[in-house]
């Protein structure tokens, strides 16, 4: 009798075990390099919490764009928002899922990390090739004290379509009316000079590699990899270390609520305390949804995220979507993501 009732316990936790595996979702993702490291922190943690996996691929916001429109992936991610018109041509949804900043990143013999400072036009003629030694007198005007060896400056810049470059060069072209009308914004740009880097990643690891360059990154990378960051002048004059509160700062007077598809970008803000290069990461998925359980899915991943990703997002220095945000969110899942059938996924 004991032993038929052992094998009856086995049996009915094997049946258990199967159900839950039939019953796994696994999704899939690709884009932006710049929330790389807090969408796979939520992905292990998520897998802990509810048996279903979440696999995104760190390729770049244009490719994630790509893959989403070819139907690749679940979902797309790009730190550049997509036009409510391209949105709507192609059928998509988007909406803000974190919150971060770029920063400058250098190696500089004999400078410590965050203790040279520049300025949005200062940067923007380094990234020009406009100056092109770190004794150079306009960034030792802004550095009294620092002793900037003569070395050349070698640029570093992204190589594939890159949503933190949007937000770097979106920033340059307001800092700089000479990069605003010779390069521009966007996520491809002409560069004038540089070597570039694949990714967030690369960037990093060119800056590391090179005496002399600057690069720019996502400030998780720079943390990371104990890059040695600069100062950066604010649109108020203040000059700022990045971390979460000088981003939060920079959110803190977005109005996402009036902002179609909710395409909020941050760079520049006003008040003495925001970074200059912040920005928001986005997820893009189709409005109707061919597979209904997957689509369910990554609007279910990224409510938890929202619900319990807070402190991972924080310890990994990105600003996690406020609350009066998520639910704005939340309320466009019910309204715009359905199944073949019109049937609302949320």
Do not use: C
Not at 315 to 340: E, F, G, H, I
């Amino acid at each position: 009798m004991r032993m038929k009732h052992l094998l009856l316990s086995v049996a009915v936790a094997a049946a258990t075990l199967a159900a839950g595996a039939a019953q796994a979702v696994n999704i899939t993702g690709a884009g932006a390099t710049f929330p790389y490291p807090i969408y796979a922190k939520w992905a292990e943690m998520y897998k802990k919490a509810s048996g279903n996996g979440m696999n995104y691929q760190s390729v770049g916001s244009g490719a994630g764009i790509k893959q989403i429109k070819a139907k690749t992936v679940d979902f797309g991610a790009s730190d550049m928002p997509l036009p409510a018109q391209d949105l709507e041509a192609a059928g998509l949804f988007q909406f803000p899922a974190v919150m971060g900043g770029v920063v400058p990143v250098v190696n500089i013999a004999g400078v410590a990390p965050g203790q040279v400072r520049l300025t949005g036009p200062v940067l923007a003629d380094i990234f020009m090739g406009k100056i092109t030694k770190w004794n150079a007198q306009p960034i030792a005007a802004l550095n009294p004290g620092v002793k900037l060896p003569a070395d050349n400056i070698t640029v570093v810049r992204r190589a594939d379509s890159s949503g933190t470059s949007f937000l770097f060069t979106d920033y340059l072209a307001k800092a700089s009316p000479d990069w605003k009308l010779k390069i521009g914004a966007g996520t491809s740009v002409k560069w004038p000079t540089g070597v570039g880097g694949k990714g967030n990643e690369g960037v990093a690891a060119n800056v590391q590699r090179i005496k002399g360059s600057i690069g720019y990154v996502e400030w998780a990378y720079a943390k990371k990899n104990r890059m040695a960051h600069t100062q950066l002048q604010n649109r108020e004059g203040a000059f700022l270390q990045p971390d979460d509160a000088a981003f939060k700062a920079a959110a803190a007077s977005a109005d996402w609520a009036k902002a179609p598809g909710f395409g909020v970008v941050l760079t520049d803000q006003p008040g003495k305390a925001s970074w200059p290069i912040t920005g928001a990461s986005y997820i893009i998925m189709y409005k109707a949804q061919a597979d209904a359980a997957k689509g369910k899915e990554v609007l279910k991943f990224f409510d938890w995220a929202y619900r319990e990703g807070d402190a991972a997002a924080a310890d990994l220095d990105y600003v996690p979507m406020p609350d009066a945000v998520t639910k704005l969110v939340q309320d466009a899942w019910r309204a715009n993501v359905k199944d073949a059938a019109g049937k609302a996924l949320w």
